[in-house]
């Protein structure tokens, strides 16, 4: 009987023989069996992450993926609190710094929220209740066409997070270039079908969920066109929540690109993140923290943001392309300085 903790397998003779003369001949590097088969099945999942190279997916006119320039979207969100003008200003910061895309939430409130909830107290500067502030916050057709014109005159894409069916035929009046879905909407599987059914490419935000709730959302949507965004849906994001290592953990499990949404009062966790293999970068952005607004404090001003696009343009440049070499740059230096030269 194996021991605990262990578990009985059947090998060939001959790989038998092959993996004990691999111990003998490693002398106490690899002290048994058990210690060779469990290295040799990491080497294969380090082997087999690696050769994994999803397709890149194209956001408008741009294409996403590893080989290209780090994709940055600005989520514009609800921080415009209801006020066009304040919404065009963040739009003019977005542009001028170099985003790629903002982004917007889109809700039918009566849907999304029950009675019960709307009608629970909330002071706010819409009114007196949780309802006034969720209207008060929902831009309709009228400002969406005034946000479509104006992006088309910035020359920057727009896209939204749709939390209802009815919100998906909405946005798709204005031909977006690829639909978000929210963390909170991950597990509404006819959310997801809608979305699917569009044709468009997805982004999908993984915040407050489980792997296997991810799993089960991605079997949905399929993996082509498919962008899932490591994501911790707490506002800001205390520093032991980040995780992201979970980054590797979904280049591992799926073949799609993966991004990051954060949520944190800084960037350092965004920059990191690129490091590891985010080929979008998605941050909430606002004119001033101090704002009126619940995603206020999770968000970047101005410097932040164009902090996080300069990293975005060189993160690609500084990580090359695995290969080591010698640049034509070191030669003279390999001259000046290198003494010995016999191996």
């Known amino acids: 009987m194996p021991k605990k903790g262990y578990e009985s397998i059947t090998i060939p003779n001959e790989l038998n023989k092959r993996i004990s003369s691999f111990v003998d001949e490693s002398i106490g590097i690899v002290p048994n069996k058990t210690q060779a088969i469990t290295q040799a099945w990491q080497m294969y999942e380090k082997i087999f992450l690696e050769q994994k190279n999803p397709k890149p997916v194209k956001i408008g006119d741009k294409l996403v993926g590893h080989e290209h320039p780090i994709f940055v979207t600005a989520e514009i969100g609800i921080n415009h609190n209801g006020d066009m003008d304040i919404c065009k200003k963040m739009i003019d910061m977005a542009v001028e710094n170099g985003c790629d895309a903002v982004k917007f939430q889109k809700r039918t409130v009566s849907k999304v929220y029950s009675k019960e909830e709307l009608a629970k107290p909330r002071e706010s500067p819409f009114g007196n209740t949780n309802g006034d502030l969720k209207r008060g916050l929902e831009f309709g057709e009228k400002e969406y066409k005034e946000i479509d014109k104006y992006c088309k005159e910035k020359g920057i894409m727009w896209f939204a997070s749709a939390w209802d069916v009815d919100s998906v035929d909405f946005l798709e009046k204005f031909d977006m270039p690829c639909h978000k879905i929210a963390s909170a909407m991950l597990t509404h599987k006819k959310l997801l079908m809608k979305l699917k059914a569009t044709g468009k490419p997805i982004i999908l935000s993984t915040g407050m969920s489980t792997l296997e709730q991810v799993k089960k959302a991605v079997n949905i949507l399929g993996e082509e066109n498919l962008i899932i965004m490591h994501c911790t849906s707490t506002y800001p994001t205390a520093e032991h929540e980040h995780d992201l290592n979970v980054i590797k953990e979904f280049r591992k499990h799926f073949n799609c690109l993966i991004g990051y949404s954060g949520h944190e009062p800084g960037v350092w ?41 300069e990293i975005a343009k060189l993160t690609p440049k500084y990580l090359g392309d695995n290969k080591k070499k010698v640049y034509e740059s070191e030669k003279p230096i390999i001259k000046k300085l290198r003494k010995v030269d016999d191996i």
Do not use: V, W
């Open 269 to 309: 966790p965004t920059i990191l993140s690129a490091t590891l293999g985010a080929c979008i970068l998605e941050r909430h952005i606002t004119l001033d923290r101090a704002m009126y607004g619940s995603d206020q404090a999770a968000s970047l001003e101005k410097k932040g943001i164009a902090i996080i696009c």
